[in-house]
C-alpha cells in the first residue's frame, strides 16, 4: 500500500457497493476537465441583470431545457461579466463547447460604458475584429452558435453618438461566415413590459430602467431555444 493512502477495509473483494462506488469515482474524474457541451458568454444581461431571482435569468432558462433536448445531462458554462466589451470576453480564458455557444456582448461597446474614466464607444472596425477573434476561439468545438444583438431600441443611437444598427451589422454578418444564428435583441428592448421599472429589489440591488426583468429574461431564452434549434422565432 502506497504510504499515506486509505484503504477501505469494507471494500475488499468485488462487493455490489464497492463496484458502483467506484464507477462514480470514475465517472466524476472522467466529467473534470472536460470541456463543457454549452457555454454562455456575455455582459450583465448573462449575468442574469435585472432578474427578480437569479434562476429566472435567460441563461439559467435556457440551459434548464436542454437535458429535455439532448436527453443527458449536459455539461454547461455560464461566464457574465457585467460591464464588459468584447475585448474583456478576449481576456477571459473561456472554454470552447462542443454542442452550443452562445455570446451575448457588444452593448457596452455600443453605449461606451466605462467603469472609470469618460464613455467612448468601441470603434466599429475594432469590434469587428475583436468580435471575429472572439468568436473563432469559441468556435473550436464546431459548436452551434447563437450570436445576440445589442440590448437597445431598434436604430438606437447611444449617449456618445454610435449607432446600434452598425454593431448589430457586424455581429449578424461575423455569427452568418460561421453558419451561426443571429437573434435581435431590439424587440425584446422594444417591449416596455420586458424592462423595468427602476427600483425593484434584485439579487443585484435595485433594478434599473434598461435591463431585462423576468419577462424580458424569458423572452430571450425563448429566442435563443429557437435559435439553437433551427425552429425559428417562438
Same mark, same amino acid.
Given at each position: 500500500r502506497r504510504h499515506g493512502a486509505v484503504e477501505n477495509r469494507q471494500c475488499r473483494g468485488l462487493r455490489p457497493g464497492c463496484l458502483l =462506488?467506484?464507477?462514480?469515482?470514475?465517472?466524476?474524474?472522467?466529467?473534470?476537465?472536460?470541456?463543457?457541451?454549452?457555454?454562455?458568454?456575455?455582459?450583465?444581461?448573462?449575468?442574469?441583470?435585472?432578474?427578480?431571482?437569479?434562476?429566472?435569468?435567460?441563461?439559467?432558462?435556457l440551459l434548464g431545457s436542454l437535458p429535455e433536448t439532448l436527453g443527458r445531462r449536459v455539461r454547461t458554462?455560464?461566464?457574465?461579466?457585467?460591464?464588459?466589451?468584447?475585448?474583456?470576453? #478576449?481576456?477571459?480564458?473561456?472554454?470552447?463547447?462542443?454542442?452550443?455557444?452562445?455570446?451575448?456582448v457588444g452593448t457596452n461597446d455600443w453605449q461606451g460604458y466605462s467603469a472609470s474614466g469618460p464613455w467612448k464607444a468601441t470603434p466599429v472596425e475594432r469590434f469587428?475584429?475583436?468580435?471575429?477573434?472572439?468568436?473563432?476561439? #469559441?468556435?473550436? $468545438?464546431?459548436?452551434?452558435?447563437?450570436?445576440l444583438g445589442v440590448w437597445?431600441? =431598434?436604430? $438606437?443611437? =447611444?449617449?456618445?453618438?454610435?449607432?446600434?444598427?452598425?454593431?448589430?451589422?457586424?455581429?449578424?454578418?461575423?455569427?452568418?461566415?460561421?453558419?451561426?444564428?443571429?437573434? =435581435?435583441?431590439?424587440?425584446?428592448?422594444d417591449d416596455p413590459g420586458s424592462r423595468g421599472p427602476g427600483g425593484r429589489p434584485t439579487p443585484f440591488g435595485a433594478s434599473d430602467e434598461e435591463h431585462p426583468n423576468d419577462r424580458g429574461h424569458a423572452r430571450i431564452a425563448q429566442l435563443v431555444s429557437a435559435a439553437s434549434t433551427g425552429s425559428g422565432e417562438a
Open positions: =462506488s467506484g464507477a462514480i469515482r470514475r465517472l466524476r474524474s472522467s466529467w473534470i476537465g472536460r470541456p463543457p457541451d454549452v457555454l454562455v458568454a456575455g455582459d450583465s444581461l448573462t449575468a442574469g441583470e435585472h432578474a427578480s431571482d437569479r434562476r429566472r435569468a435567460y441563461a439559467p432558462l458554462r455560464v461566464a457574465g461579466l457585467s460591464g464588459a466589451r468584447v475585448a474583456d470576453l #478576449l481576456r477571459r480564458d473561456l472554454p470552447a463547447a462542443s454542442h452550443l455557444v452562445v455570446v451575448e469587428d475584429e475583436e468580435y471575429g477573434l472572439l468568436l473563432d476561439r #469559441l468556435m473550436a $468545438g464546431h459548436p452551434t452558435l447563437v450570436c437597445g431600441p =431598434s436604430g $438606437g443611437l =447611444s449617449q456618445v453618438g454610435a449607432r446600434l444598427n452598425d454593431y448589430d451589422d457586424v455581429i449578424a454578418a461575423a455569427c452568418a461566415a460561421r453558419r451561426g444564428a443571429f437573434v =435581435s435583441l431590439s424587440p425584446v428592448y
